[in-house]
């Protein structure tokens, strides 16, 4: 039995539209959602009704109650995200001058210290 008890919906749509391959752009267009709308659901800011839920999962090309299950193999996707996205990184930080990279690296400094705060 798995526990869904910390299903968050909006993982659970960015997973499901990063396995399609299409933006939330390109999803809210299919969904007749505001793409500003997927965006802040995907990021827990918002909290979609089970109308919109329905819409997005048919755009999806799932059913309604898959966004209600575990992700399978959730920590190997998040773990070659998280392996795509540093390459991405790296390969821009390499194109940056010296102070660009400090105006980078303070940035950076800046939003995890953000994130600690309550």
Known sequence: MTNTDN??????????????????????????VNPAYVGQIERGLK???INTLKKLSSALGIDLATLFSPIPNTEEHLSEIRKHE????????NRLNDSELILLSQLI???INFRKLP
């Open 86 to 93: 540093t390459e991405k990184i790296m390969l821009s930080i």
């Open 7 to 32: 299903i968050q919906i909006g993982e659970q749509i960015r997973y499901y539209r990063n396995k399609n391959g299409i933006s939330q752009e390109t999803l809210a267009l299919i969904a007749n």
């Open 47 to 49: 909290s979609p009704t």
């Open 109 to 111: 400094t800046d939003i």
